[in-house]
């Protein structure tokens, strides 16, 4: 093992190599409690492409298999070492090669975070539309590798729709570059797609050329509206979503959620069943806030409210992003998600709350639900040796309930290893024997990220 690691340290002497079990322990696992972490042989810190180039050919050489990460952010497990793997992080690989205004295009490296692009974009009065909720954490190879989603893609789309081209390095260390800078393009197969959502099994994203998009020349409209329960404030997005009015977020809360965010923060909203977050970014806003405010009263709610300020629309949109960190504070969370049509979403909150009562676990339930993607959070005891069955009874009474009304097993966290067990049920066996042909010729020694997805 010391002379194969001698070659690798050969072939990259200026990278970062890690064989300290504990400094490696911080790179095995990522944010899914419901994994147990490998052990790998070593972490590499890679800088540049040439690293990623170099780990690739030495991996196949040595039949090491390769779990690549960026920051580690993922919920299913996709980027959680295996027992004598190479971990490579593309963390460092920092650099916006290219933020080009005129063509609304930049070019960022793997280890860019999200925040930060877009924070790069706005000095030129454009955005990075993708909006994960763990946007200033999360880097846009992660993204990518999982087609993130966010708070924004009932508008602007998941990550996919965002993506021009990549530049990615195959198992064996070939160079890949697909895509286009253009807005348009059909030559070739669609390479680009094929490797967005690929977590990894396919190869490694080293660089992106994305889509910026104009930034909005107002603060966005923000509207709240509370609701005796979380189906009903589902029925107001089905009524807004039919209106046509095309809010650029669309969120709900449950009653879990809420209290759990009060009981941290004393937001008021302790008592509160359900809430809609809406808002309008467009030239109309004012208009469409209160088309949506109309349609929320219609629709039996409590209390309404559209923001009055810019301070204001941040303050109630920081609401949101404090339910995951609220969840936390009470117990493991096994955060899940499920997506199905949005005339569906009234129907999939009610199999969530059943299945909650059916099994006896605790669930709390937040929701993208402009574009119908719902993610259950299951909150168990600390210090448990395993995910309790009763979790698992109740995602997989979830999980197919999704499937038979529609929909999906994720909408955006992928697959990784929580959801290989399903995978089959929703895709088929004709599309489960394409996945594995392609694994098969992009892959064959089988290297890249093994267990993950198929």
């Not at 998600?337 to 709390?364: K, N, T, W, Y």
Request: net charge neutral; with cysteine; hydrophobic share 45%.
């Amino acid at each position: 093992m010391s002379h194969e690691l001698g070659q690798l340290r050969a072939a990259i002497p200026d990278a970062a190599i890690i064989t300290d079990p504990d400094v490696m322990a911080a790179y095995s696992r990522d944010e899914t409690p419901a994994v147990t972490a490998g052990h790998p042989r070593c972490v590499v810190l890679a800088r540049t492409t040439q690293h990623v180039v170099a780990v690739l050919s030495w991996a196949q050489q040595f039949r090491v298999p390769v779990v690549p990460r960026g920051a580690g952010t993922s919920l299913a497990g996709g980027a959680t070492a295996t027992d004598g793997c190479l971990v490579l992080s593309t963390a460092r690989m920092t650099t916006i090669r290219e933020l080009d205004p005129v063509n609304e295009v930049a070019v960022a490296e793997a280890g860019v975070l999200t925040a930060d692009l877009d924070r790069a974009a706005a000095r030129d009065g454009l955005m990075y539309a993708p909006d994960p909720s763990s946007t200033e954490i999360s880097t846009i190879g992660g993204n990518v590798a999982t087609n993130a989603g966010g708070l924004r893609c009932v508008k602007y789309g998941v990550t996919r729709d965002s993506v021009l081209g990549l530049e990615a390095v195959l198992a064996g260390g070939q160079v890949l570059r697909t895509g286009r800078r253009t807005m348009k393009g059909v030559a070739g197969y669609d390479l680009t797609g094929l490797l967005v959502g690929s977590e990894g099994t396919l190869g490694v994203i080293t660089a992106a050329t994305l889509r910026l998009r104009p930034r909005p020349d107002r603060y966005p409209r923000t509207v709240t509206a509370s609701f005796a329960s979380f189906r009903a404030a589902a029925s107001a997005v089905s009524a807004i979503l039919a209106a046509r009015l095309r809010p650029s977020m669309l969120e709900l809360m449950d009653a879990a959620t809420l209290r759990a965010i009060d009981d941290w923060k004393n937001t008021g909203f302790g008592g509160v069943q359900a809430l809609l977050i809406a808002q309008d970014d467009g030239d109309e806003a004012d208009r469409r806030a209160a088309a949506m405010l109309e349609i929320c009263r219609r629709e039996g709610a409590a209390t309404t409210l559209v923001s009055a300020s810019e301070a204001e629309s941040r303050q109630l949109l920081e609401l949101r992003r404090l339910s995951y960190p609220a969840l936390e504070r009470l117990g493991v969370t096994l955060t899940e998600d499920v997506c199905v049509p949005r005339s569906a979403l009234p129907e999939m909150v009610g199999r969530i709350e059943r299945a909650a009562q059916r099994h006896g676990v605790f669930i709390a339930t937040v929701a993208h639900a402009g574009d119908g993607n719902l993610h259950p959070l299951f909150v168990f005891d600390r210090g448990l040796p395993d995910v309790p069955a009763e979790v698992w009874s109740a995602a997989d009474e979830i999980f197919r309930g999704a499937l038979e009304l529609g929909g999906t097993l994720t909408g955006e966290h992928g697959v990784g290893i929580i959801k290989r067990r399903w995978l089959a049920t929703e895709l088929g066996p004709a599309s489960m024997a394409v996945h594995h042909a392609i694994k098969r010729a992009l892959d064959p020694e089988g290297i890249m990220n093994p267990g993950k997805v198929l």
